[in-house]
């Protein structure tokens, strides 16, 4: 059975940071590309940010440039997010996703295009 369980998440202030994880279990993701949404309540899942199987490509939204970065430990069978100076609109659920493509180098933004999904974590930003 395969599973994306997120972790990391929680209440933080203004300014904070917390950085997500995201276990993957039931066979290997180190030659797919990953990605992590977010939504908040009454909301749409937007995209936050994505990165190849390798590692060596990344890509984010505008609004968490320079404040979000995706990695991964293939050998681990994990991707993490690490968010810093956090802002109370980052407040959502962020959930974890995986694409079932061969070492694909598209970074695709929709959520259709991605075809495994963890159950979410929960962030809060207070101001």
């Known amino acids: 059975q395969v599973q994306l369980v997120e972790s990391g998440g929680g209440l933080v202030q203004a300014g904070g940071s917390l950085r997500l994880s995201c276990a993957a279990s039931g066979r290997t993701f180190s030659n797919s590309a990953m990605g992590w949404f977010c939504q908040a309540p009454g909301k749409e899942r937007l995209f936050v940010a994505a990165i190849s199987w390798s590692g060596y490509s990344t890509v984010y939204t505008d609004s968490v440039k320079g404040r979000f970065t995706i990695s991964r430990d293939n050998a681990k069978n994990t991707v993490y997010l690490q968010m810093s100076s956090l802002k109370p609109e980052d407040t959502a659920v962020y959930y974890c996703?995986?694409?079932?493509?061969?070492?694909?180098?598209?970074?695709?933004?929709?959520?259709?295009?991605?075809?495994?999904w963890g159950q979410g974590t929960q962030v809060t930003v207070s101001s």
């Open positions: 996703a995986a694409r079932d493509t061969y070492r694909s180098t598209s970074l695709p933004d929709s959520a259709p295009k991605y075809a495994y």
